[in-house]
């Protein structure tokens, strides 16, 4: 099992910058790749980006590519979301995932693809 911890989110203006933390621990050397999800009020859980373990690779959704940038630091085990010029409509709960399913050249996209979920981090974003 690996274990993730989110921190990061809070009230912020549009245009304003945001950084997510993400601290994984527990079998982190069986993740294949970690994620970042969103899920807004009423609104189904989205896949927004993802990085590759093995060599750091990131992949992003089309909605916040420009925008957000996904990273790691090996030596503290944590995966990063940077967010820059943020919208209201970034408004959601944003949830780090891991997959330890290994796909060959496969990135998992989806909710029930990923089987380690952090608690959940909220952000705000006022217009």
């Known amino acids: 099992q690996v274990l993730l911890v989110e921190s990061g989110g809070a009230l912020v203006q549009a245009g304003d910058s945001l950084r997510l933390s993400c601290v994984a621990s527990?079998?982190?050397?069986?993740?294949?790749?970690m994620g970042w999800f969103r899920q807004a009020p009423g609104k189904e859980r989205e896949w927004v980006a993802a990085l590759r373990w093995s060599n750091s690779l990131t992949y992003y959704a089309d909605s916040v590519k420009g925008r957000l940038t996904m990273s790691r630091d090996n030596a503290k085990n944590t995966v990063y979301l940077q967010m820059n010029s943020l919208k209201p409509e970034d408004t959601a709960v944003y949830y780090c995932?891991?997959?330890?399913?290994?796909?060959?050249?496969?990135?998992?996209?989806?909710?029930?693809?990923?089987?380690?979920w952090g608690q959940g981090t909220q952000v705000t974003v006022s217009s």
């Open positions: 995932a891991a997959t330890t399913a290994y796909r060959a050249g496969y990135i998992p996209k989806t909710r029930s693809e990923y089987n380690n």
């Open positions: 527990g079998r982190t050397s069986s993740v294949y790749v």
